[in-house]
């Protein structure tokens, strides 16, 4: 699927910030193998789990959380296969591995095979997060018939900010905003801010005649500064290490998922 508008990266120097270091050591994750499951599959779902004991232990679990909503697997399988991406993405990007050890668990009672990932790592954490900068989004449906346009308001909740807006599917991504019609600008807190403006249309479409819906994500994202993102590549990886870099009492987030159907 496709966000009918031109978009441009405003390239400029980002600003990184250091963040305190937590070492935390013995995280352990298990994954069973199955029919679905293969076990690189296993192994790599066990390495997720340890991921997030690391993040517990370091006492962070429930920003990534917090920062990104919370989407129910029953809810919609793709929805939540993307939701996953991007809370996998902000894990990765949080904590470096130190040491990794993997083991298969064979349990003879239900003849079922196991992985075991245990990790140390080095976990980034903020010093402290500004909780009454929060990132209001009002506007935008479930679903969107295909060619229809999208349209929503933005409040900055008691900090004025600069806002990046993001679009993502599982073919891709782009920059929504700023854009070469709409530039970088400082939005007042507690105001609503419609877009798209400059008398521009979002127009969403389908590119794929064999799906009934497809359906796409948009991240949210306030800075108290002005940090463009600079990467050519519009990526969650890259998208959740430039959001990271950032620390946590300077920015707030949301994201909106929603469907384009015939």
């Not at 499951?37 to 790599?44: D, H, V």
Request: aromatic share 10%; charged share 25%.
């Amino acid at each position: 699927m496709k966000l009918i508008l031109f978009f441009v990266c405003i390239l400029s120097p980002c600003i990184l910030t250091a963040q305190k270091e937590v070492k935390v050591q013995g995280c352990t994750g298990v994954w069973t193998v199955s029919e679905d499951i293969t076990p690189r599959q296993a192994e790599e779902n066990a390495l997720m789990e340890a991921r997030k004991e690391a993040l517990r232990k370091a006492g962070v679990f429930e920003e990534v959380w917090s920062a990104f909503g919370q989407v129910s697997e029953n809810e919609n399988n793709q929805f939540y296969e993307v939701y996953s991406q991007v809370n996998a993405l902000a894990i990765g990007g949080m904590m470096n591995l130190t040491d990794k050890k993997v083991k298969n668990v064979w349990d003879p009672a239900t003849q079922t095979l196991s992985k075991e990932v245990t990790i140390s790592a080095v976990v980034k954490v903020d010093d402290q997060t500004d909780r009454e900068f929060v990132l209001q989004v009002d506007g935008i449906d479930v679903a969107y018939k295909n060619f229809s346009e999208l349209s929503f308001n933005v409040r900055p909740r008691n900090r004025d900010a600069y806002l990046t807006i993001f679009w993502f599917d599982d073919q891709g991504g782009s920059l929504i905003y700023p854009n070469e019609a709409e530039a970088a600008r400082l939005f007042k807190a507690d105001v609503n801010h419609a877009f798209p403006g400059n008398g521009l249309s979002y127009q969403l479409a389908k590119t794929s005649r064999d799906k009934s819906a497809e359906r796409i994500n948009l991240l949210f994202v306030a800075t108290r500064q002005n940090i463009p993102y600079t990467e050519r590549n519009v990526t969650f990886e890259n998208v959740l290490k430039w959001v990271y870099s950032i620390p946590a009492r300077d920015r707030a987030t949301a994201m909106q998922l929603l469907q384009i159907t015939d």
